[in-house]
């Protein structure tokens, strides 16, 4: 088992590595450091010599690359993109283009993005099952209908119609909770409601139908028609047999799924006003910090990673049959 | 005079349209691809819903034929061409486009949203709301006459549209007739009872709604601003038809740049294995764990400095716009080709081992000859389910994209566009809200039936899901 | 059975906490602890995370609105008198220059200044002045300073500022205002006034060489500048300090009343040396350390910036004197009474606009923040005269406005062969296109009414700026009925056929005229604002192609002069028309020299009289070269004037003393409020509404027990 995990951690390094040059091509192709300078001092009264000496305080000074000035290894170490590179996989994400430390900031945000991101998560997976379990328990009757067609309709409306028209209603226009902001401990809780509420509700449409193709799948086997058969009721058909089975996709697909809640939601974080990651992601896009955008990056992909692995593990856990190899 | 100008999506547009047709073509002579497409079209949903699909394409298709119109010249001089790039749609909604109000005003105003100072024709000043310069500008006194006007205007063209259905009806009874060799009562009679095989009942039910929503809406247009006007005055109506062509070009055209590169690894990747299904596993591996706003943000960027580095190739607004649409395209599917490829790599993993193909390589058939006659044709339902699954949530992404900065152009006209400017209406008192109201009604009518039609062709498609 | 009494719980535990907070009376929606209801605290918002706290480093308005509270620099604008007037902050008086030739003689302030070699000022301080509360003077029992030299272990038990429990204060002395002016030139800050300063503070750019070595040298992580002199400035005694300013520089004045050059204690600079505490986000540019009326108390850029009163502020009093119509409009009532009022104040993060603004119309906010832009689409605006909605006015709130000290403009790319050069031809063209782009109606659509278009680039409340007849544009506008009226478009085609463009097109090819637009339109809006563009250009058939690009890029194009047509705004750093007239100053020219003339305009006259208004003392003789200079201006029409924005201020009627001050950033000293009336207000806006709370509870019972009986004669079918 540890020999595995160990395994699959080594596999993951040539991974970041790639989405470390990647995006590494991406940002310089894009900004050359002097525009970052140039955008961190200010609009007024910037000359090239206060350019010069930004760059050489953040080690921009150097080439891109290849460093032709230098012997031997010295030639690809003396660079940006090797010293950018190393910390990161140290999780030491260097500082942001106004003097923060990255992995600090990180630290502080994960706080509240995983307060919206968890409930959200969790609440949804247990209403999403439930309705689909309705759905399939009245198959083929005017509720399944219904259930369809409205989850089919909840998925075309676009996620920031979910927002607006909650925010619009629910905090201007009925004073219920405030429109937004975040405190910390037991005072979140005001804040929370509406996002996590909307989270979900907009998540329904989607979620409720895959969850009811699913159990229509595991209906449509053998061991179903076989508990009929005994005589079971439908609910405990279902709820028994059907659901226990499941679990293994349901749960498999979720794990992957965890890690990320980390990196929180771009849209609702932002409308929201929740000092989470999300929204630090954002403000770096918009800001073109690209020391901030790269650490996001590489977390984003070493949490996918984590999943990854997280669920190969969670499948041989539910599922005796299946071994690592 | 007109000068035709063919933008790049447009060539795009009518590639992806030719493709179409020759897919049909070839899937008629392919049992596997015929019978479940023929499921399609029996199905009422699906008839339903190509209907009102075919609609939308039809404003696209309209708003996708560009041209320059000639500038007034002097006699003698050469024919010189304006810089704008109009399309037919704007030609055929000229009214729409030319009838630009002072700024805000509701759907069917005749006075503005806001009071303004305006002269009392004794002399003098009052606040008041002004009258609009052509919403209901054709009316004495608007208090009595709007609402009477209005209705008369819409009966009369409830009126042709169920003229122009009736005709639609009979013209379609009459070629069913034709076909099947029956009388052309006989055929009517078919169709209303539901008994044709292809429920064309459902088709012209829908076809006949769709006529009803739109002749009003055309036959007011001319008139009144139906979905009000915007922050300086244009037609939100005009602006919405207009988005449609954006919305369906990132739809498609998408997963038209995607297909090469999904097909291809895909492919190569299950039928080679060793090294370079490695390979491609790591491309695919790596680049799917980096978070998809985040890599579309930076190569977005990326493309916006390209296209500055190179300013002589978009001489337009409309260009710029265009180009950066299609790069938009680009980067969309260069990020989402992994599923598919993950997809066809498993299929055709699967497919590799069957006797005939195992066959085919022990006869000394050439990689490339198996791939094309064997593998691919197998694979098409695959393709075609994606692409039909994704149309809608690439849709839905394009306004969230627009909302983070990375989206369309800003000059563009777009759903996302539009929902983004209507943030900071919402706050105006009182309320902006038909600009929204208009994007959510196009956005939702679009995505609902793409979503309906993506079901219908996965149940056709897929034996294990048909009940 | 299980899906059922799953969704039963689940809107049970959703409503719980309403009925939970339904009891103790506040208001659902409130965003605060309700601890702090009833209290003496302002609350306000900022739109962005502030990046420097600095004084040394900080330029931007919205860090102003914090260093502005915390910091004391030696002069500040006077509160209520327009125009702006200097008055003493931690001085005595407002100090006069004296004038040196080169050989070290006195000169007359008459004398002309070609002559001056260098001014000096001598800036007395009063004393008595003492540092806010902070950890750097904390003294141990011994007399030593506590916290200036941490061991790595006692390092290790700090997070915050907060966590260091003493706290000290000293005297605030004129040696520390010289230590920040030397922190202008330190080697890692990066001072964004550095380059100017250094052309007239005696001796700071030698001295920025000087630090740049003993910094190499030094052996501690901090640099002591006290053990290295500055000629340009110099504390004289403990109250007196001088600084040596090149020739004669009238405007440096203006300067003293910046956070630039506020005091800096060396024992703060000292322990935000120390190894470690960076990392912690503990510095000058996090913690402030001033001798001002307020403290940054509490920091997290993330969510909420508070200010607390500083306990050793004293000695200052509200304003006794203002503009006529400031004692009508109540802001003299509080003449006299010790300064501040509030006691704290709470700036909550609100990036998005409409949260903001709801917040505010909830009660939240108690007043629109420095810069009202998210306000705008509050106010209607008619014949020129801003009003409230009914509603507002029926809640109370107040409007105030004023014209900002700020130009909006396009610029003309005067190097570009189509639209540059300066001949008549090319005068011609700008002219037209400046007649053509209509901005009162920019300002109606765009601006919400906030504005005035403007007739030059010298906004009112300045010198130098005519108003009436004497101030029209005749290039642009006609005088008609007493105001002016903008030419007509038929003349503005008859300017563009002169200029070699009849009907739009080039005379000699035919081919039609283009003009491209330069600007960074991936914000809000833009795109209406790009229609609105061509539809002006359309007017003299001129084609307009508008080029977006992200802001770096935008600069890189004014900076290598490729733009052509491009939106520029400019506020004022101090209220002189020198700072906007060398906007236009040729060697200024953002090829040549990077400066702020980001229209390349390059005329020999223009800069001539330019060199000789700048230093001149305001009177009729420096009147009459500016209004020389317009009128060049205006000819060769560099610029589309565009317009000055207005600034409106939004206020609950809790507040009090709020006056527009565009020059003074500390104005949060002088608000005052009357929370017992704002806690009335809120309750009585907030009422929560409960009938969709109840209606969706009923709705979903409705729609689950249909499929709870179904489920039960299943039940009792299978039974069987």
Known sequence: MIAYILRRALYALPILLGVNVITFVLFFMVNTPDDMARMNLGVKHVTQEAIDKWKAERGYDKPLLYNAARQGARKLTDTIFFDKSVGMFAFDFGRADDGRDIAREIRHRMGPSLAIALPVFAVGLAVN????????????????????VLCVAMMSISGLFYIIAGQYLVSKLWHLVPISGFADGLDAFKFLVLPVAIGVVS????????????????????????????????????????????????????????????MGSLITESFFGIPGLGSYTIDAINAQDFAVVRAMVFLGSFLYIVGLVLTDISYTLVDPRIRLE | MIQPVILWTDALIFLLLAATVAFFLYARRQPHLRDPLRRVARSRVGMASMVVLAAYVAIGLLDSLHFRPALPGKPGAGVQYAVETLSVLDWLAAP????????????????????????????????????????????????????????????????????????????????????????????????????????????????????????????????????????????????????????????????????????????????????????IQYLYTTLNSIPGVLLIA?????????????????????????????????????????????????????????????????????????????????????????????????????????????????????????????????????????????????????????????????????????? | MISASLSFRFLLLGALPFLLSACDGTAWNNPYPAAEAGKNILYTAFTGRPKHLDPAQSYT?????????????????????????????????????????????????????????????????????????????????????????????????????????????????????????KRLAHPHLH?????????????????????????????????????????????????????????????????????????????????????????????LDWYPVGTGPYMLSENDPNRRMVLTRNPNYGGETYPTEGEPGDRAAGLLADAGKPLPFIDKVVFTLEKETIPYWNKFLQGYYDASGISSDNFDQAVQISGGEARLTEDMEKQGIQLRTSVAT????????????????????????????????????????????????????????????????????????????????????????????????PGGRDAATGKPLLVYLDTTASGLGSKSRVDWLQKQFQKIDVQLVVRATDWNRFQDKIRKG??????????????????????????????KGEGENAANYDNPEYDRLFERMKNMDNGPERQALIDQMVRILRRDAPWIFGYHPKDFVLAHAWTFNRKPNQMANNALKYQRIDPALRERMRAQWNRPVLWPLLLTLLALAAAVAPAWRAYRRHEKETAR
């Open chain 1, 129 to 148: 099952i439930t309705f689909a379990l309705v759905m399939v328990f009245f198959r083929a009757s005017y509720l399944d209908f219904v259930g369809v």
């Open chain 1, 203 to 262: 998540g329904i449409g989607a979620g409720a139908r895959w969850y009811r193709t699913l159990f229509l799948e595991e209906m449509s086997r053998d061991y179903v028609r076989t508990a009929r058969a005994k005589g079971l009721s439908e609910a405990a058909v279902l709820f028994r047999h059907v659901l226990q089975n499941a679990l293994i996709p349901i749960l498999t697909g979720a794990v992957v799924v965890i890690p990320l809640l980390f």
């Open chain 2, 96 to 279: 729409l486009r030319e009838q630009v109000e002072k700024t805000y005003s509701a759907p069917l105003a005749t006075h503005a949203y806001a009071k303004e100072v305006v002269e009392l024709p004794g002399g003098g000043e009052a606040r008041d709301f002004p009258r609009l310069k052509y919403g209901g500008a054709q009316l004495a006194d608007p208090a009595a006459d709007k609402w009477p006007d209005i209705t008369t205007r819409a009966f009369k063209a409830e009126a042709m549209a169920l003229a122009g259905w009736f005709l639609a009806a009979v013209g379609l009874c009459a070629w069913l007739a034709q076909r099947g060799g029956e009388g052309l009562s006989a055929a009517w009679r078919d169709v209303w009872r539901g008994k044709t095989p292809i429920p064309w009942r459902t088709g012209l039910l829908t076809w006949g709604a769709l006529l009803l929503l739109a002749f009003p809406a055309v036959a007011l247009s001319t008139h009144y601003h139906i979905l009000g006007t915007d922050k300086v005055g244009q037609d939100v109506f005009f602006q919405t038809l207009k988005s449609v062509r954006t919305g369906l070009v990132i739809g498609t055209l998408t997963t038209l740049v995607m297909l090469p590169f999904a097909v291809l690894l895909g492919i190569m990747a299950g039928y080679f294995r060793g090294w370079v299904d490695d390979v």
């Open chain 2, 298 to 467: 930076a190569a977005v960027l990326m493309m916006q400095v390209w296209m500055e580095s190179n300013p002589d190739l978009f001489d337009t607004v409309a260009a710029r716009a265009d180009a950066r649409l299609f790069f938009l395209c680009a980067i969309l599917g260069v990020t989402s080709w992994t599923g598919l490829c993950r997809l066809l790599r498993g299929e055709t993993l699967k497919l590799r081992e069957l006797d005939y193909i195992q066959a085919a390589q022990a006869f000394g058939v050439s990689h490339g000859r198996i791939i094309l006659r064997h593998i691919l044709p197998n694979l098409m339902h695959i393709v075609l389910i994606t692409v039909v699954m994704d149309f809608s949530g690439l849709v839905l992404a394009e306004a969230v994209l627009s909302y983070v900065g990375v989206g369309v152009d800003p000059t563009m006209q777009s759903w996302g566009n539009m929902i983004n400017s209507a943030r900071l209406e919402m706050a105006r008192e009182p309320m902006v809200w038909w600009t929204l109201a208009a994007a959510f009604l196009f956005m939702f009518v679009l995505v609902l039936f793409a979503n309906l039609f993506a079901d219908t062709v996965r149940d056709a498609f897929d034996p294990r899901a048909r009940r």
């Open chain 3, 61 to 181: 308005e919205d860090e102003a609105a914090f260093t502005a509270q915390v910091y004391q620099p030696p002069l500040q604008y006077h509160y209520l008198k327009r125009p702006y007037a200097l008055i003493p902050f931690a001085a005595t008086e407002v100090p006069r220059p004296r004038y040196f030739d080169a050989a070290g003689h006195a000169l007359s302030p008459a004398a002309d200044p070609a002559a001056v070699a260098y001014s000096v000022y001598d800036i007395h301080i009063r004393p008595g002045i003492r540092y806010q509360p902070h950890p750097a003077f904390a003294l141990d029992a011994g007399g030593k300073p506590r916290y200036l030299d941490l061991s790595p272990a006692a390092l290790a038990q700090i997070d915050t500022l907060a966590d260091f429990k003493e706290t000290g204060t000293r005297e605030l002395t004129a040696a520390d205002y010289v230590y920040q002016i």
């Open chain 3, 191 to 283: 001072s964004p006034i550095f380059g100017l300063m250094s052309q007239y503070i005696v001796g700071l750019k030698d001295y920025a060489a000087t630090l740049e070595q003993a910094d190499k040298a030094k052996s501690g992580s901090w640099l002591d500048l006290r053990a290295y002199p500055l000629e340009g400035a110099r504390a004289v005694d403990r109250y007196t300090y001088q600084v040596k300013v090149k020739g004669k520089y009238p405007q440096f004045q203006y300067w003293l009343a910046m956070p630039f050059f506020a005091p800096i204690p060396w024992e703060a600079d000292r322990f935000y040396s120390q190894p470690g505490l960076a990392e912690k986000n503990i510095s």
């Open chain 3, 406 to 501: 700020s130009d909006m403009y396009m610029g003309f790319n005067m190097l570009d062969p189509t639209v540059g050069g300066y001949t008549d031809k090319a005068r011609k063209l700008r002219q037209a296109i400046s007649i053509a782009v209509d901005f009162e109606e920019f300002i109606s659509i765009f601006a919400n009414g906030r504005g005035i278009a403007a007739q030059g680039p010298i906004p009112p409340g300045i010198f130098g700026y005519r108003g009436g007849r004497d101030g029209v544009n005749p290039y642009v506008y006609d005088w008609v009925d007493g105001k002016p009226a903008r030419k007509s478009i038929a003349y503005a085609k008859q300017l563009l056929a002169e200029a070699g463009y």
């Open chain 3, 562 to 591: 490729n733009a052509q047509l491009f939106f520029f705004g400019w506020n004022a750093d101090y209220p002189d028309p020198e700072n906007f007239l060398f906007l236009l100053y040729g060697p200024h020219s953002r090829t």
